[in-house]
C-alpha cells in the first residue's frame, strides 16, 4: 500500500516548559472549550515525537486544561441572525477492546451510540451569509465544478449551539433562531431522529425554492446534516447517500478543494470502513487529507484525524505495518498542534482515541511492554476527561489488562 501520506519527523527538545503551573482543579466530565491562555500554556512544541510521552507531560497539559481560564468567550458585538445550523458526525475511528474483537459496522455503531449521549454537543448554529444579492444557479451537471467556485461570495459566522443558548439566554427567540432550524433542534434534542429527519427535509425544500448564493450553499450544508441524522438513526445506507450528494453539492457551490468538502468526505469515508469496503473508504480519506493539508498544512490536527481514520482501514486490510505508521503520523502531528486547539477536550480525546488504536496495533503485534505504556497514556487522557465508567475507558483498561497477562 502506498504510504505516500507520510511525512518525516523532526525530534524536538524533551522539556516542556515549567512555568504558569497550577494545582488541578476537580475534573467535570463535560468537555469545554480552550481560551488563549489555555493555547499559550499547553506549548506542546518540545516533546520528543519519537518516544513515549511521559505520564508526568500529560498530567502537566492535563492540569493546564482544567485550569485555564473559566471567562466565557466573548459574544458576538451584535446580534446574530441565525440561518445555518451544522451537525457534527464521527471525527475519528477507533479499534476499541483486543478481547471484545468487533467488526468495523460494531466500531462504526460504537461510536454512533458514543454521539447520540450527547446530541447537543453536535450541533453549530449561526450565520452563513451572501457577499452577492443574486447568481445563476450552477447546474449539478456541470463536468467541472470547480470552475463554480463561490466561497468567496458567502462569509461564515458560526459556533455551538450550547454557547450561543448560554450567552443569548434571554434573547433566544424565533427572531434570532428561525422556526424551522429550531424545530429540527428540538427534536434532535429529544433524539427523535425520524422527525429531525423530515424537519431538514423542509429545510432542504425550502432552500431549494429560493435562488440564491446564500441558499446553494446551504442545501449543500443541509445535505450534510440529513445524512448526519441517518448515522444517528443507524440507517448508513441513507446517511452513505446523502453525505455522497452532499460532497457533490459542496464542490459545485464551494470548490472542489474547500475544507467543507473534507467534512463530508471524511463521514462517507468512515461508512465505507464499516461497510468493509476499505479501498473506496481509503479513497475517500485520501482525498479528505490533500484537501485539509492544502487549507490546514500538513501539522494540523485535522489532518491527523484523518491520518488516524486511514490508519485504521489499513490495519483492517491486514498492512499492519503501513498502519502503524500512519497510526505514529497522526500521533505526531496532534503532540505538537493540541497547544493551538480550538476544542481542546474533544481533541484531547481524539489524541487518545489514536493512541489507544497505537496500542491496539502493538498489542496485535505481540508487542506488549510498548502497548501498555501507549496505552497507560491514552488511559490517562480519557479518564481526566470522561471519568472512570465511560466506555472507552474500560476498553482501555481492558486492553491494559490484557497486555500485562501475555507481558512477562
Avoid at 439566554?169 to 429527519?197: C, R, T
Wanted: contains cysteine; hydrophobic residues 40%; glycine residues 4%.
Amino acid at each position: 500500500m502506498d504510504t505516500h501520506y507520510i511525512a518525516d519527523r523532526m525530534n524536538a527538545s524533551e522539556t516542556l516548559a515549567d512555568k504558569n503551573d497550577r494545582p488541578v482543579k476537580s475534573l467535570d466530565t463535560d468537555l469545554v472549550d480552550s481560551t488563549e491562555e489555555t493555547k499559550r500554556s499547553l506549548n506542546l512544541e518540545n516533546i520528543s515525537c519519537g518516544k513515549r510521552l511521559k505520564q508526568s507531560i500529560i498530567k502537566k497539559m492535563l492540569s493546564r486544561f482544567f485550569c485555564a481560564s473559566e471567562e466565557e468567550n466573548p459574544s458576538l458585538t451584535r446580534k446574530p441572525c441565525i440561518n445555518t445550523i451544522s451537525l457534527n458526525g464521527i471525527e475519528c475511528i477507533g479499534l476499541g477492546a483486543a478481547v471484545d474483537e468487533q467488526s468495523p459496522l460494531e466500531r462504526v455503531h460504537r461510536s454512533v451510540t458514543q454521539l447520540r449521549s450527547n446530541v447537543i454537543g453536535l450541533i453549530s448554529v449561526g450565520r452563513l451569509y451572501s457577499l452577492d444579492s443574486f447568481i445563476s444557479k450552477p447546474s449539478p451537471s456541470i463536468e467541472e465544478p470547480d470552475k463554480c467556485n463561490l466561497s468567496s461570495s458567502i462569509g461564515f459566522d458560526v459556533k455551538k449551539y450550547e454557547d450561543w443558548t448560554r450567552d443569548d439566554m434571554e434573547s433566544f427567540s424565533e427572531v434570532v433562531l428561525p422556526l424551522d432550524i429550531g424545530v429540527a433542534i428540538e427534536y434532535l434534542k429529544k433524539k427523535d431522529f425520524d422527525q429531525a429527519g423530515h424537519a431538514f427535509q423542509e429545510i432542504l425544500e425550502n432552500h431549494r425554492t429560493r435562488q440564491t448564493s446564500e441558499s446553494f450553499h446551504l442545501e449543500a450544508l443541509t445535505l450534510h446534516n440529513i445524512g448526519v441524522v441517518y448515522l444517528l438513526a443507524g440507517d448508513f445506507d441513507k446517511a452513505l447517500l446523502n453525505f455522497k450528494e452532499a460532497c457533490r453539492m459542496k464542490r459545485i457551490n464551494f470548490g472542489h478543494e474547500h475544507p467543507e468538502v473534507s467534512v463530508s468526505l471524511v463521514e462517507s469515508g468512515i461508512i465505507l470502513f464499516a461497510m468493509e469496503k476499505y479501498k473506496d473508504s481509503l479513497d475517500a480519506f485520501n482525498d479528505a487529507l490533500q484537501i485539509r493539508k492544502n487549507s490546514y498544512g500538513s501539522e494540523a490536527l485535522e489532518v491527523a484525524w484523518v491520518l488516524n481514520n486511514i490508519a485504521c482501514a489499513l490495519f483492517a486490510m491486514c498492512n499492519h505495518v503501513a498502519a502503524l505508521v500512519a497510526f505514529q503520523e497522526a500521533r505526531n502531528i496532534q503532540y505538537l498542534a493540541l497547544g493551538v486547539s480550538k476544542n481542546i477536550g474533544l481533541d484531547l480525546l481524539h489524541f487518545a482515541t489514536t493512541l489507544g488504536n497505537i496500542g491496539y496495533a502493538k498489542l496485535q503485534a505481540k508487542c506488549y511492554e510498548d502497548a501498555r505504556e501507549v496505552l497507560e497514556d491514552a488511559l490517562l487522557v480519557q479518564q481526566s476527561v470522561l471519568g472512570d465508567d465511560h466506555k472507552t475507558v474500560e476498553d482501555t483498561l481492558s486492553n491494559i489488562d490484557f497486555s500485562n497477562a501475555f507481558h512477562s
